[in-house]
């Protein structure tokens, strides 16, 4: 009886085995060998009847899912070849490197029997969303809705979910409709977490930053989202909604932390989350250009590692907009962001190209990009940002000196008169004399204005 009880132990101490391991290469730092052992382990996992085999799920990070120091098996999500395809796949997305070998397991789990059971279905395609195969994952979405009152709800849900985190970035409008109808759906507080900080992500990127910040207040998910499953993506959303009105500090930090909380779980690939590049934007508005520097080259290095032009695009918007080389990385940014559909993140960048050329006198070529930054943008908020800024370049006497522009880019960023003049070597009330020229040739009553508005990066 002795050995009959170790046999079925075995699948658990094997496990266990692997996540020991995992522990100990990670704190050494040895990140790749720790993921050549879980991707072993899994493999073992699989050769052992489907009844026995445990839950590998908590030995990677998966937003929405179990997180990895969790141990306990889940009922409903027994080890199928479904499963163990689509948790390898996520341990190549996190580790930042195999981004082929992640697309072809995902796609692997999803051809696999199982692949309808709620965990191979969520971790494959939010596999493939992090591969730049999001349309893939939108297929798989849609037709899982539509299958006619699916016996599982929470696979219904999840389906949704994943289907407007697929659309957010090239289908915005039809995401937002997602987003929105599960906000507003009762009794599902599964991955409540993820919901908020997706939805108050997509609002941020469609200029609604107010709605995105009481979203994320009213909730009731704590102020600094302790115990939250997904606390990483809420952090990136909160951070994003701060740097988006103005206030770079707050913004800073929360992206800092955001990035702990993702390098505790061992996620160094900015397509999961791209903390660095953000970071190093609020880290320059507030005059830490040397930190800013580090964090947008270091997420450069990174996404190109990765490769898919979306990641490649916003890291090079950021560097660009720190390291002074703006022009040419705009330009390579907003090629890689078209390619990738990746919507708001182009429509940014093209408004920052074209002031930027314009402010440096290349008007004509400046006005086309801003024409095509217009034409582009959904209705809304940031087609009207391209129209107004479009209308101003052309005139004649709108563009900011740039003693006024480097007071425009703290004041916009959130720091006070005192700080901007201490910070360029100014009284405080020529500061106050510039800010007076900046909203007039802007158009714009004060600071809240200044933030909703384009002007040309330094």
């Known amino acids: 009886m002795q050995g009959t009880g170790d046999a079925r132990n075995e699948p658990r101490r094997a496990l266990d085995a692997v996540r020991l391991a995992r522990a100990d290469l990670t704190e050494q730092g040895r990140w790749r060998e720790a993921d050549e052992v879980v991707l072993r382990g899994i493999d073992h996992l699989l050769g052992l009847p489907e009844e026995e085999a445990p839950d590998p799920s908590g030995l990677v990070h998966i937003a929405g899912g179990p997180r990895p120091e969790d141990t306990d098996r889940r009922a409903d999500q027994p080890l199928s070849p479904s499963l163990g395809a689509a948790v390898q796949a996520m341990v190549f997305v996190n580790r930042g490197h195999g981004r082929e070998a992640a697309a072809e397991r995902a796609r692997r789990a999803l051809a696999e029997p199982g692949a309808g059971e709620l ?65 507003d759906e009762e009794g599902h507080p599964w991955r409540t977490g993820l919901v908020v900080a997706w939805t108050a992500a997509a ?162 070529r400046g006005l086309e990009v801003l024409a095509a930054a217009r034409d582009h943008a959904p209705a809304g908020v940031w087609r009207n940002r391209a129209e107004e800024a479009l209308r101003r370049f052309a005139g004649e006497e709108s563009d900011l000196s740039d003693q006024e522009l480097r007071v425009a880019h703290l004041a916009r960023a959130g720091v006070g008169n005192r700080d901007i003049a201490r910070g360029l070597h100014l009284v405080v009330r020529t500061v106050e004399f510039h800010l007076s020229n900046i909203y007039r040739k802007l158009g714009v009553s004060g600071r809240t204005g200044l933030s909703r508005t384009v002007i040309p990066p330094l």
């Open 119 to 183: 965990g191979p279905f969520w971790i494959s395609n939010l596999a493939l969303v992090y591969c730049g195969e999001a349309g893939q994952a939108l297929e798989s979405c849609e037709r899982t809705l539509a299958v006619e009152g699916p016996s599982n709800p929470r696979l219904r849900h999840a389906a949704e979910l994943l289907a407007a985190r697929a659309e957010a970035a090239g289908g915005p409008e039809s995401a937002h409709r997602r987003f929105q109808g599960l906000l």
């Open 203 to 364: 609002l941020v990127d469609r200029g609604e930053a107010d709605r995105a910040g009481d979203l994320l207040e009213g909730r009731d998910l704590g102020a600094t989202f302790a115990g939250q499953r997904d606390r990483a993506e809420l952090l990136h959303a909160r951070a994003g909604q701060h740097l988006a009105v103005g206030r770079a500090a707050q913004a800073y930090e929360d992206f800092v932390e955001c990035g702990r909380e993702l390098a505790r779980v061992e996620v160094v690939n900015p397509a999961v989350l791209p903390w660095r590049s953000q970071a190093a934007l609020s880290a320059a508005a507030i005059g830490r250009r040397n930190v800013a520097l580090a964090l947008a080259q270091k997420e450069l290095v990174d996404a190109r590692r990765w490769g898919t032009p979306a990641a490649v695009g916003i890291a090079l918007r950021a560097a660009a907009l720190v390291s002074g080389d703006v022009v040419r990385q705009l330009t390579e940014a907003a090629e890689l962001l078209e390619r990738a559909g990746v919507t708001f993140e182009l429509v940014r960048t093209r408004c920052d190209l074209g002031a930027k050329l314009c402010h440096d006198g290349q008007r004509s």
